[in-house]
């Protein structure tokens, strides 16, 4: 048995196949939820449980003691000012916690469009101060800044209707979450690993509507591609009164502007690259529907 690792944000669809992939690796693995019993509904009696809430920096301290590292995963949103509680004072209190009890490594999933440049997005103004909370809190961290996953391809399928929000002209690397769940569970085992900030990237470029047509064509062939523009969502979304609408409005607007920044040259050299392509990653899909 390895030590032992605390994945918080493990029911989440980025933090699941992490928490697997290190339990597959021979660590011992500890869960941080808000509500234990629906989490071991979802992951299984084999994870050690722990109760806590990230904004509640006393209930992080039993799960937290005697890891050797913790790998965080949250998702903040779908207002700006939730953003920065739930995602930065979340980390930012992980981080403090970890310090105060030793921990060896950090492990963090932040974007790669997470650049000074971006800060006017809420999402990346908090993903860099979570990452500057994590460097001041002087343990060793790995900052993954990884581009889009093909694990979001299936949530814009709704009934017969895919949906592809604006332009998006840019090629984008879409990556597996096994390939990344690898990455990071090596990240652990290796001391080089340590401080580092790693951009993650897949091993072939499509646009958004070329990898949507793509998972359509081989797991959903009776489901229409269609595009919509980002102003119908936005407006869609402002007279619902609905929030999350309107982020994945503004979200889309963002990606549209950002596409993908960084090397992933470093990453791929330490942790090994990236080999799942699209079409393998959907007819795995296929087969699992
Ligand atoms: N989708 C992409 O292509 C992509 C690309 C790069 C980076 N990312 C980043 O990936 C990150 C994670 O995404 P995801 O899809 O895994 O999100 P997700 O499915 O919404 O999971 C979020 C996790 O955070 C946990 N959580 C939320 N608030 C918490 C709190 N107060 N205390 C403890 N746990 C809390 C949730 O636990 P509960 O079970 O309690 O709800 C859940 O496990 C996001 O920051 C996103 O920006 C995504």
Redesign the pocket.
């Known amino acids: 048995m390895k030590e032992t690792i605390l994945v918080?944000?493990?029911?989440?669809?980025?933090?699941m196949p992490v928490a697997r992939q290190l339990q597959k690796d021979g660590y011992h693995v500890r869960v941080?939820?808000?509500?234990p019993d629906s989490?071991k509904t979802k992951l299984g009696d084999s994870f050690e449980y722990f109760k806590?809430?990230?904004?509640d920096p006393a209930s992080l301290e039993d799960a937290v003691d005697g890891c050797y590292g913790v790998h965080i995963?949250?998702?903040?949103g779908p207002k700006a000012e939730d953003f920065y509680r739930?995602?930065y004072g979340?980390t930012a209190n992980i981080a403090k916690v970890a310090a105060s009890k030793g921990v060896r490594r950090l492990t963090y999933?932040?974007?790669?469009a997470t650049f000074e440049e971006n800060a006017w997005f809420p999402?990346v103004k908090a993903k860099l101060q979570s990452e500057k909370a994590i460097r001041d809190s002087g343990v060793p961290y790995t900052i993954f800044c990884?581009?889009?996953?093909m694990?979001?391809l299936p949530l814009a399928v709704k009934g017969k209707r895919a949906m592809v929000i604006g332009k998006q002209p840019h090629r984008l690397h879409w990556l597996a979450s096994s390939d990344y769940a690898k990455m990071v569970s090596k990240a652990f085992q290796l001391s080089e690993a340590g401080n580092k900030r790693l951009f993650i990237y897949g091993p072939e470029t499509y646009t958004m509507l070329e990898a949507m047509n793509t998972y359509c064509k081989i797991v959903h062939p009776e489901v229409k591609v269609t595009s919509v523009p980002i102003w119908l969502l936005s407006l869609i979304g402002k007279v619902s009164f609905n929030p999350e609408i309107q982020l994945i409005a503004d979200l889309m607007g963002f990606f549209e502007k950002a596409g993908e920044g960084g090397d992933p040259s470093e990453a791929n050299a330490l942790l090994g690259a990236p080999t799942t392509t699209l079409e393998q990653w959907c007819a795995k899909q296929r087969g699992g529907a």
């Open positions: 918080v944000g493990a029911t989440g669809m980025l933090g941080l939820a808000r509500n989490a806590g809430d990230v904004e995963n949250l998702r903040g739930i995602e979340g999933l932040s974007g790669a999402m990884a581009t889009h996953f694990e979001s």
